[in-house]
């Protein structure tokens, strides 16, 4: 038993009070004759006895009746913590796109906001925090305002996240916390609630339905007619499913329709052809009523008309030609006496191609385009001259040539984890003809990364980390007299990738909740900034000028998938795609049976029930007024009645 006011049970000391008074109380007795002493001394003995009891009662009665009001103004409870301590709710509502699924009561997130709103209370005080907002120390009404207005999003939070919030959250409250955890547990292992904080109960959100078609990916394949090969990836979980019906859309035009089928988790392509047009502005549509709605829609554009600048100094270069395709480059080479320096800072790319020397004029012009965010390949000359090098190398602050070694070498080792070459092994090569070089340059460079390297460790193509740019480092001459590297299934996917990576053109799409970067093939102003725009919202995404390009980075922003215009004041210069992430349409739940040690519950109300159960106070205030009200009866009935 608890008290409110302990500090009243101190009046108890005054119940010493009626006790000395009945002990020292003196009554004086009168004698009057009487003629049968005998009988006389019995009786004043039994009157004695009698009126003895009496007092003795009325003692007890108005004692109980004294402590009984200051035990009822001490208001005595019965709970598990303090009354004026005020209790905190920490609360984490996942409301990721999952949580939109259709559960036994309705939907997910609809129903655990009801619940959660319809078992508060005002005694209460409450942090809310959901993937995208955190609500700090709010009343049952605010938090009711706040939860009427939560919706899912496509932000998501990790376990991990979530705990180290309530930790921050504990040493910033004085209160008693309890944690509840409600989400669907969607991609989450039992370890990562192994962790979780004291005071923590979890509800697990289920959604009825175990069957989903989800949209996995789009690639198109350019045939080279008048047409593009739209593929479509379409994932199934659960059983097979037939007659699934599939629609293509350019900018919501309806232009083609078909259904498929699809085996029981399984994947299936459906491919659509459809005519070329400058941009193209594609949704795709299944029309499937299944777990989840938000992945039967994707979106993706194609611009065609996006190359990449590249620009070849030096000798003949007929292998980047054959690279450097009419297709997706703009590919110039010219001879260093020939090479117009005004087109240097149009370029996205630069490729010096055995010169000698590098005159003055070039040097500084490279500097600059380099500062600018200019990429730029360097293949060096059996005849170079070492001292213009390091001049150059020198002015980018990047190392120096140290001597030129003309033993043979061959090329063994690729750095399959490089982002130039990660994802173009289907697996690594263990054994291969391997490119040879007859005349080869040590160098030593400042944040250098190897991509393929000498069978004596040595770095063959590096890349070397500029402030705004990269530059890449070819340590041999690829004339055919010198090496076969350029007959190599190597020079291909090297070269390539260097010329994809110089502009990062638009993607057929984006995914949300990721860091996209996506570079515009414009110079700004000074005071220029580049907006993304649809027809619900716009933003403003972190950018930087570089080299005849501005890079613009999205993370937080958008949050809906669609199609969105990058635009320069009112005037659109491209149109991109955004979807949501695909592992939001995974059926992968953390299982009950998996958490031995932690019970999990999968009802929200019941949860909220049984923790306000725990905290609620009994108070015992009324059951000692009720005894003050009977002690005092009870000593009426005595004085009344009680005849000694």
């Keep these: 038993m608890q008290f409110k006011h302990l500090e009243v049970l101190y009046f108890l000391a005054f119940l010493l009070i009626p006790i000395l008074v009945h002990l020292f109380q003196l009554q004086r007795f009168v004698k009057v004759p009487f003629t049968n002493v005998a009988f006389l001394q019995k009786l004043v003995l039994q009157t004695r006895k009698s009126s003895r009891i009496k007092k003795w009662l009325i003692l007890a009665t108005r004692l109980l009746l004294l402590s009984a009001l200051i035990f009822a103004f001490a208001q005595p409870y019965f709970s598990n913590h303090k009354a004026n301590e005020k209790q905190h709710f920490f609360l984490y509502l996942d409301n990721s796109l999952s949580t939109n699924a259709i559960g036994e009561k309705g939907n997910l997130l609809q129903v655990a906001t009801q619940e959660i709103i319809e078992n508060s209370t005002e005694k209460t005080s409450y942090s809310l925090l959901t993937n995208n907002h955190f609500y700090v120390n709010k009343t049952a009404s605010e938090l009711k305002e706040i939860l009427l207005k939560t919706t899912s999003t496509a932000k998501k939070r990790s376990l991990a996240d979530v705990f180290l919030k309530i930790t921050n959250e504990h040493?910033?409250?004085?209160?008693?916390?309890?944690?509840?955890?409600?989400?669907?547990?969607?991609?989450?292992?039992?370890?990562?609630?192994?962790?979780?904080?004291?005071?923590?109960?979890?509800?697990?959100?289920?959604?009825?339905?175990?069957?989903?078609?989800?949209?996995?990916?789009?690639?198109?394949?350019?045939?080279?007619?008048?047409?593009?090969?739209?593929?479509?990836?379409?994932?199934?979980?659960?059983?097979?499913?037939?007659?699934?019906?599939?629609?293509?859309?350019?900018?919501?035009?309806?232009?083609?329709?078909?259904?498929?089928?699809?085996?029981?988790?399984?994947?299936?392509?459906?491919?659509?052809?459809?005519?070329?047009?400058?941009?193209?502005?594609?949704?795709?549509?299944?029309?499937?009523?299944?777990?989840?709605?938000?992945?039967?829609?994707?979106?993706?554009?194609?611009?065609?008309?996006?190359?990449?600048?590249?620009?070849?100094?030096?000798?003949?270069?007929?292998?980047?030609?054959?690279?450097?395709?009419?297709?997706?480059f703009n590919f110039t080479s010219s001879s260093l006496q020939s090479t117009n320096y005004n087109s240097i800072d149009k370029q996205h790319l630069i490729v010096l191609n055995e010169l000698e020397n590098i005159p003055e004029t070039l040097l500084n012009s490279?500097?600059?385009?380099?500062?600018?965010?200019?990429?730029?390949?360097?293949?060096?000359?059996?005849?170079?001259?070492?001292?213009?090098?390091?001049?150059?190398?020198?002015?980018?602050?990047?190392?120096?040539?140290?001597?030129?070694?003309?033993?043979?070498?061959?090329?063994?080792?690729?750095?399959?984890?490089?982002?130039?070459?990660?994802?173009?092994?289907?697996?690594?090569?263990?054994?291969?003809?391997?490119?040879?070089?007859?005349?080869?340059?040590?160098?030593?460079?400042?944040?250098?990364?190897?991509?393929?390297?000498?069978?004596?460790?040595?770095?063959?193509?590096?890349?070397?980390?500029?402030?705004?740019?990269?530059?890449?480092?070819?340590?041999?001459?690829?004339?055919?007299?010198?090496?076969?590297?350029?007959?190599?299934?190597?020079?291909?996917?090297?070269?390539?990738?260097?010329?994809?990576?110089?502009?990062?053109?638009?993607?057929?799409?984006?995914?949300?909740?990721?860091?996209?970067?996506?570079?515009?093939?414009?110079?700004?102003?000074?005071?220029?900034?580049?907006?993304?725009?649809?027809?619900?919202?716009?933003?403003?995404?972190?950018?930087?000028?570089?080299?005849?390009?501005?890079?613009?980075?999205?993370?937080?922003?958008?949050?809906?998938?669609?199609?969105?215009?990058?635009?320069?004041?009112?005037?659109?210069?491209?149109?991109?795609?955004?979807?949501?992430d695909k592992s939001e349409s995974y059926l992968e739940f953390l299982a009950l049976s998996e958490t031995n040690n932690i019970t999990i519950s999968t009802s929200v109300k019941n949860t909220l029930e049984n923790i306000n159960n725990e905290n609620k106070i009994q108070w015992l205030w009324k059951w000692f007024l009720s005894l003050a009200i009977v002690s005092l009866l009870l000593e009426i009935l005595i004085l009344k009645f009680f005849k000694p």
């Design 171 to 328: 040493k910033s409250i004085n209160s008693s916390t309890k944690n509840i955890i409600i989400s669907d547990f969607q991609n989450i292992k039992k370890e990562a609630i192994d962790n979780a904080p004291e005071n923590t109960s979890f509800v697990k959100l289920i959604p009825e339905q175990k069957s989903n078609i989800s949209i996995d990916s789009v690639f198109v394949n350019d045939n080279g007619s008048s047409n593009f090969n739209i593929h479509i990836i379409v994932k199934n979980q659960g059983k097979a499913k037939n007659d699934i019906p599939i629609a293509i859309y350019n900018n919501n035009k309806l232009l083609n329709k078909q259904t498929f089928n699809i085996e029981e988790n399984k994947t299936t392509e459906v491919t659509f052809s459809v005519v070329k047009t400058p941009v193209f502005l594609g949704k795709i549509d299944v029309n499937f009523n299944d777990t989840y709605g938000f992945d039967n829609s994707f979106y993706f554009t194609i611009n065609a008309n996006e190359k990449i600048n590249v620009l070849a100094i030096g000798k003949s270069n007929d292998f980047l030609q054959r690279i450097y395709t009419k297709g997706e």
């Design 366 to 580: 490279l500097k600059s385009y380099t500062q600018k965010g200019g990429n730029l390949v360097v293949i060096p000359s059996k005849e170079l001259t070492l001292s213009s090098y390091n001049i150059f190398f020198n002015k980018l602050n990047v190392g120096k040539l140290l001597s030129q070694k003309k033993d043979s070498l061959k090329i063994t080792t690729i750095n399959y984890n490089h982002p130039l070459l990660k994802n173009v092994f289907e697996k690594k090569v263990a054994n291969f003809q391997y490119p040879f070089v007859k005349t080869s340059f040590n160098a030593t460079f400042n944040n250098a990364t190897s991509i393929v390297s000498f069978e004596n460790k040595q770095g063959f193509i590096k890349q070397i980390n500029l402030p705004n740019a990269s530059l890449y480092w070819i340590a041999a001459p690829l004339k055919k007299d010198n090496s076969n590297f350029t007959n190599s299934p190597l020079i291909v996917p090297v070269f390539y990738n260097i010329g994809k990576q110089s502009l990062q053109l638009s993607k057929l799409y984006y995914t949300i909740d990721k860091q996209n970067t996506i570079d515009i093939d414009k110079q700004l102003g000074k005071d220029e900034v580049l907006s993304i725009v649809n027809y619900k919202e716009s933003f403003i995404p972190l950018q930087q000028t570089l080299q005849n390009k501005t890079r613009i980075t999205t993370k937080d922003q958008p949050l809906v998938a669609g199609f969105y215009e990058v635009q320069q004041q009112n005037s659109v210069l491209k149109n991109i795609a955004f979807n949501y």
